[in-house]
């Protein structure tokens, strides 16, 4: 037997089956080095670093306070990726979330997190993701008004049908799109960081008076760690 298999993961078409001599099917190695760093780099800074720090700021209404949300938000989606990490090395078995929850709860609990995973995360996910992107594509072609929402849904319909052709078709060529983005969307944000330090050093300090003058309700302060840690999400998905 010399075809293989392509497998599609979350999204992501990232390995291949492919029978060996005996006959047993076991997983191909597909991804390099610097495709796994592109993969994570690129799904945790998604389309939600755009839209997020105003989600963040509008349920605080304090700079000070949203830098702190920034700051713990990271902390914990670190401690996150390193436990992942290690359990990534201790059980080295496909399946990420799934196979993590069936070893240490059963296969129950581990069938409830992908069903959950398969029908509501990654769907409502991908199409926020892909709802942000058209918005900001179709902004320049409507500088004095909002976009026509049909325009917007159009665009981000077709987006994810292509994406998803290309996974189902390419593992090289969904890894190759994925650095590209992951390439563009760095240099927009050091792009934006830069312009907003020159804008700092040329005295427009004027945000930073009362900077901790906001909203502290408990369901204020939940809501801009949801933004937070929404923009930091994706640290589980290699």
Known sequence: MSNSIELVNGGNNVVEQQPTEGGKVELKRKITLLNGVG?????????????????VYQSTESVGV?????????????????????????????????AYIYLAFGPLAAFVRLWVAI?????????????????????????DCEPPQ???????????????????????WSMRIQDVFTVAKLA??????????????????EHFEDAFKGKYSPTDISLAFYSGLFAFGGWNYL
């Open 39 to 55: 993969l994570i780099v690129g799904t945790i800074i998604g389309s939600g670093i755009f839209v997020s720090p105003a989600g």
């Open 66 to 98: 949203s830098i702190i949300v920034w700051t713990l938000s990271g902390l914990f989606s670190t401690l996150g990726a390193l436990c992942y990490a290690e359990l990534g090395t201790s059980i080295t078995r496909s399946g990420g979330d799934y």
């Open 119 to 143: 029908l509501i995360i990654r769907p409502t996910t991908q199409a926020i993701i892909a709802l942000t992107f058209a918005q900001y594509a179709v902004k320049p072609f409507f500088p």
């Open 150 to 172: 049909n325009s917007v849904r159009l665009l981000a319909a077709v987006c994810l049908c292509l994406l998803t052709a290309v996974n189902c078709l390419s593992v090289r």
């Open 188 to 205: 927009a944000l050091v792009a934006i960081i830069l312009v907003g330090v020159i804008y700092l050093i040329g005295g427009h300090t």
